[in-house]
């Protein structure tokens, strides 16, 4: 593999544990398209090798992933003429209109995440902080998702954006159809304790000891024999498969894509919603609570 600029990849565990981490801390590790094309990268690499039987997934610093990166001066380079990400001029990047982008978030943030779900390895997301939009669709790819004790999740881009979810939408299959609903609408945030108890998240631990502890999840895993693991894993995601799940992947990506196309129609090719449209801006935005079953409102704390 050659160096990476945006992650990191160790192997432990005498190399039966890959450890990708999300390494961009300073930008709570937005995913600009560099990041992206080296986790895909990697998560090829982790199941190409034959030693390698659990791959974790986590993020450097304290954030997980803030999700898609909106505009670090590493993302804006990534677009500039002089100095664009090669993939911009692929797989529909030089189509016009809606062709695009349609194309493009297919590959980089579509095809991609269903991809990684269906890696043949084990896979398991560590997360800790704050895990937003896009953070959210990279650890629900992951076949268990281990939450620090600080961990919340929420998807803003429906009050933030004027979006319907982000690109691979998995929330309803994560917590049911009318959580989701409450908080695409509301855009609070579900508290890491209601995660683990809906089904979302399979541990949670002390923040400090998080790291330590996932590894030593991922040995237990690691020590089953790699048919038996794989075989668990291919008939739960065959049972959703044939319950749905690809199709409403699927059928929601194509919402998605005309969702943007609506606004970029409102707003000269711009492909959210803007104030004007009853959205603060992003950065203006209030802050994001918890979800409390009792108030319309959480209070902030």
């Given at each position: 593999m050659a160096p990476y600029d945006y992650i990191t990849y160790e192997l432990l565990d005498e190399g039966r544990v890959a450890r990708i981490l999300l390494d961009r801390p300073e930008s709570r590790n937005a995913q600009n398209r560099g990041l992206l094309v080296e986790l895909d990268d990697a998560f090829r690499a982790a199941e190409a090798d034959d030693g390698v039987r659990v791959v974790i997934l986590g993020g450097a610093g304290e954030v997980f992933s803030s999700g898609h990166d909106l505009g670090t001066p590493e993302c804006l380079a990534e677009l500039a003429e002089e100095t664009r990400h090669p993939t911009?001029?692929?797989?529909?990047?030089?189509r016009r209109g809606a062709e695009a982008r349609m194309l493009q978030e297919?590959?980089?943030?579509?095809?991609?995440?269903?991809?990684?779900?269906?890696?043949r390895k084990i896979t398991i997301a560590q997360v800790q902080g704050p895990v937003?939009?896009?953070?959210?669709?990279?650890?629900?790819?992951?076949?268990?998702?281990?939450?620090?004790d600080d961990a919340?999740?929420?998807?803003?881009?429906?009050?933030?954006?004027?979006?319907?979810g982000v690109e691979y939408f998995a929330l309803p299959w994560e917590i049911g159809p009318r959580r989701t609903k409450e908080l695409m609408l509301t855009g609070d945030a579900l508290?890491?304790?209601?995660?683990?108890?809906?089904?979302?998240?399979?541990k949670v631990f002390p923040r400090a000891e998080m790291e330590a502890r996932t590894l030593e999840l991922a040995q237990r895993i690691a020590a089953l024999p790699t048919m038996t693991a794989l075989l668990i894993k291919e008939s739960v995601n065959q049972t959703?498969?044939?319950?749905?799940?690809?199709?409403?992947?699927?059928?929601?990506?194509?919402?998605?894509?005309?969702?943007?196309?609506?606004?970029a129609?409102?707003?000269?090719?711009?492909?959210?919603?803007?104030?004007?449209?009853?959205?603060?801006?992003?950065?203006?935005?209030?802050?994001?609570?918890v979800r409390d079953k009792t108030a319309a409102r959480a209070e902030q704390g």
């Open positions: 911009y001029l692929q797989d529909g990047g030089t297919w590959h980089h943030f579509f095809q991609s995440t269903r991809r990684w779900r269906d890696l937003y939009a896009g953070g959210l669709m990279l650890m629900w790819c992951c076949d268990l998702i281990v939450a620090a919340v999740f929420a998807d803003v881009v429906g009050t933030r954006l004027g979006m319907c508290g890491v304790d209601e995660a683990h108890q809906v089904g979302m998240v399979s959703q498969d044939n319950m749905g799940f690809q199709n409403a992947l699927a059928a929601c990506f194509s919402i998605h894509q005309l969702n943007h196309a609506h606004w129609e409102q707003h000269d090719g711009m492909p959210i919603a803007l104030p004007e449209d009853g959205v603060p801006r992003w950065q203006d935005a209030p802050p994001v609570v």
